[in-house]
């Protein structure tokens, strides 16, 4: 089927990410974002592999790295779970 110019359907791939991330948490599982790299590929990927051509998400560009980072490690720690005795957080 040929689109005319202009016309292809976009998707962001971070909106991919957060749907599968959600959906894992709910069976119960417990997904790590970011720990092994960045999963827009593997999500523009799946766009793709969709054929949908993955938008680019120009949100992140110019913010700092390490502050994404940060962002990412506070996610994680929501999913961490928690040593009833102690209160803390354990793995």
Do not use: K, Y
Not at 12 to 38: R, T, Y
Not at 74 to 84: A, C, G, H, M
């Amino acid at each position: 089927m040929s689109e005319e110019p202009g016309t292809e359907e976009r998707f962001n791939p971070w909106s991919v990410v957060h749907l599968v991330f959600d959906h894992l948490s709910a069976q119960g599982l417990h997904p790590v974002l970011g720990d092994s790299g960045d999963p827009s590929e593997p999500a523009g990927e799946l766009l793709r592999a969709l054929g949908i051509t993955p938008g680019d998400p120009s949100w992140a560009r110019g913010q700092d790295p390490e502050q994404i980072q940060d962002q990412l490690a506070n996610i994680r720690s929501l999913f961490e779970p928690v040593d009833s005795e102690t209160g803390s957080e354990g793995r």
